[in-house]
């Protein structure tokens, strides 16, 4: 087939297209849908947080200044707060990190009946209310909890566990309800990890812990990072489990937000703390997309 | 590759007795659940010999190398490595390499830390780490792709690494397991041939290959086991096994032999020369492979090249009408239906296919066709026993 460029004497006159106006018309469309998740992003949240950020700077007397952040800043309970907070989110995200690893480990390599089913459950608690696994607690080991009513069966006398108004009773219902948080992408990784190189490397002479650190940790980084970023932003803001437990002395920042703002009525003061608590989780955001950048994972659509 | 030859193995042969296989199997059975994946398969490996394990998917021969490898655990049997009983040892106490379809290779490491995995998981010094990777990458040609990542290599590539890997640790057993099965036909033939090398570069190792192609188990093995179903169907050396199948399917499956019906018109004893059989309309003297009673059925192994074509009138040939015609380069690939005859070969129960290098003009779809024997006996195997 011959092709000829020659203008066809009975080709029609070309009938001029309005470029930019229909540029226009598409950029108007978008504009439409657009426009209704930023007026909805706006409206509920952007707008409020402004309120908050903008209250934070206004005290009892409607006077605008840095008197409210100097007071809350400099005042003990906000620094024990912060601590609290922080020490909390970072302990209860190792201890998930390490709790996660370990059975997803065994839900993924080690054969049993019921794996599947386990892997179920770990699903379904990611859609429980953390609150629940703090009443959990009570229940179990309150004073009048399971383990103390069975102890006192046994004639073993005092309250056999006493922490649950401890530190460590919020780290250790943290770590319970949030561990499948880590496992969920460990479990998914790890899928993605072919049998054959576990079987060579073993075949190469390395033992199961050499296997572990040398072929699947490696492989299993980003979403052990990703797991890891989600559950010390989540602890980080988490308030149902302190509340519920009641610890003593265990103020963290949403606790003292909650304190400021319906107990005390001191709004100006729980801005002050709810505009820092948002500043650290925006800390956090920026550092693990920024980690996840350099590292790969984004590419591999670990970060949203 | 080149060929630096590999320094003698690390075997440990302690309490082995002299003569005792690189590997043995023997009554070995692997069940997944209630499904029987290897059933009593007893087979032994000499040092320096090639093994292949040659049947189709699911017939157990993967399921064989991952015992003998220790990836699983058999459900009974016993699995020795030069006379020392491994069978319920985990994988990294047998030192045995392997080389699987997938490559498997470390994705996160460089080439050069691919192959030296072995050698640190085993605590060798820093120094004859390096010497070693070096080694067993000029052994596969691979030495001047040591910093790159698996991902910037063609499989070809990659395969050849994960056999430096498997060599480093300089194993007296190496196990294949269809390493060549993700190249493309090119790469395949190819690697082969690099695959011939390499054996002949490393005379004390025992091989297990595990394919379900015929060519390689052909040009790799000195003796094939065909399995089949779970069973081990055949094992003899390749080029006895190739010309002289013993059973039914051994035949069909290495070398895809014409299964003509055939009936034995007088008793033969296992060691007798010749037999005369009846196929079709003419009467041929047959190869027996055990004992035959007058009348029995049996079949007629003829491979596809050793068979002619003629005119349809000629004497002393079967006639037939052709249905399909293949070229594939080299040869015809001529597909024809017998007239009358009773045999196995293809769906009908009477097609038998071709092979023709030297055809003046290809002959119409339909057309019928005289098919000539070969002059020398064909094998003669018993109808209807998978072996």
Not at chain 1, 25 to 34: E, T
Not at chain 1, 173 to 192: H, K, N, Q
Request: aromatic share 6%.
């Amino acid at each position: 087939m011959t092709a000829t460029l020659t203008e066809s004497p009975i080709a029609a006159e070309p009938v001029p297209v309005p470029v930019r106006a229909s540029k226009a018309r598409g950029g108007a469309s978008r504009a439409l849908w657009v426009l209704p998740p930023l007026v909805l992003a706006a409206g509920f949240f952007l707008y409020p947080l402004a309120l908050v950020v903008k209250q934070s700077f206004v005290d009892k007397n409607e006077h605008v200044g840095l008197d409210v952040w100097r007071d809350v800043l400099n005042s003990p309970s906000f620094g024990d707060a912060l601590w609290n907070t922080v020490e909390i989110a970072v302990l209860s995200t190792l201890g998930c990190l390490v709790v996660g690893f370990f059975l997803a480990l065994v839900l993924s390599f080690v054969p049993f009946p019921g794996a599947r089913a386990v892997g179920r459950i770990v699903d379904t608690v990611l859609a429980f209310p953390s609150f629940l696994i703090a009443l959990a607690f009570t229940f179990l080991y309150g004073t009048a909890g399971v383990v103390n009513a069975a102890a006192d069966n046994l004639g073993l006398g005092e309250p056999l566990v006493g922490f649950l108004y401890s530190p460590w009773c919020v780290v250790l219902a943290e770590i319970t309800f949030y561990t499948p948080f880590v496992m969920r992408p460990l479990l998914a990784a790890f899928a993605l990890v072919p049998r054959d190189r576990l079987d060579v490397a073993a075949s190469l002479g390395a033992g199961p812990l050499l296997v572990i650190r040398r072929v699947l940790l490696p492989e299993a980084w980003p979403a052990l990072a990703a797991g890891g970023s989600l559950t010390l932003l989540l602890t980080l803001n988490e308030f149902g489990i302190v509340l519920f437990i009641g610890a003593k002395d265990v103020t963290t920042l949403p606790m003292l937000v909650h304190a400021k703002g319906a107990v005390t009525f001191d709004y100006p003061g729980a801005c002050v703390v709810a505009v820092v608590e948002v500043a650290l989780s925006l800390t956090l955001y920026a550092v693990y997309r920024f980690v996840f950048s350099r590292t790969g994972a984004g590419r591999a659509g670990l970060v949203a | 590759m080149t060929a630096p030859a590999i320094e003698r193995t690390e075997a440990s042969t302690v309490g082995a007795a002299p003569a005792a296989a690189a590997i043995g199997i023997q009554d070995l059975t692997v069940r997944y659940g209630s499904v029987v994946a290897l059933e009593g398969l007893s087979l032994e490996v000499a040092r320096g010999e090639t093994v292949a394990l040659l049947g189709p998917s699911g017939s157990g021969k993967s399921t064989a190398l991952k015992a003998v490898a220790g990836f699983l655990r058999p459900a009974s049997g016993r699995i020795t490595l030069a006379g020392r009983d491994v069978t319920y040892e985990p994988p990294n106490k047998r030192g045995i390499g392997v080389v699987v379809q997938n490559y498997a290779l470390f994705p996160h490491m460089r080439v050069a830390d691919n192959v030296a995995f072995g050698l640190k998981a085993r605590r060798v010094p820093r120094a004859e780490v390096t010497r070693r990777v070096t080694e067993a990458l000029d052994m596969v040609g691979m030495a001047s792709y040591a910093r790159r990542y698996p991902r910037e290599l063609s499989g070809g590539q990659q395969q050849r690494v994960a056999i430096a890997r498997a060599l480093a640790i300089r194993p007296p057993v190496l196990l294949l397991d269809e390493p060549l099965s993700a190249l493309d036909a090119t790469l395949r033939a190819d690697l082969l041939g690099e695959l011939q090398r390499l054996r002949a570069d490393l005379p004390d190792v025992a091989i297990m290959y595990v394919t379900h192609d015929q060519t390689e188990a052909l040009a790799l093995a000195d003796r094939i086991a065909v399995m089949r179903d779970a069973r081990l169907v055949d094992l003899d050396a390749a080029d006895r096994l190739y010309r002289r199948p013993p059973s039914e399917f051994t035949a069909s499956f290495l070398g895809a032999a014409n299964l003509l019906g055939a009936r034995v018109l007088a008793a033969c004893a296992a060691g007798d020369d010749a037999v005369e059989v009846a196929v079709g309309g003419l009467t041929v003297a047959a190869d027996p492979t055990r004992a035959f009673a007058e009348g029995e059925r049996a079949l007629l192994v003829v491979r596809p090249h050793s068979l002619e074509v003629t005119a349809v009138d000629h004497p002393d040939t079967l006639s037939a009408t052709l249905t399909a015609t293949q070229w594939r380069g080299a040869d015809y690939r001529l597909t024809c239906v017998l007239d009358g005859a009773s045999g196995q070969s293809g769906q009908s129960g009477r097609e038998i296919r071709i092979d023709v290098t030297d055809l003046a003009e290809v002959p119409a779809l339909g057309e019928r066709l005289g098919v000539a024997l070969p002059a020398e006996p064909c094998v003669l195997v018993p109808a209807g026993v998978a072996g």
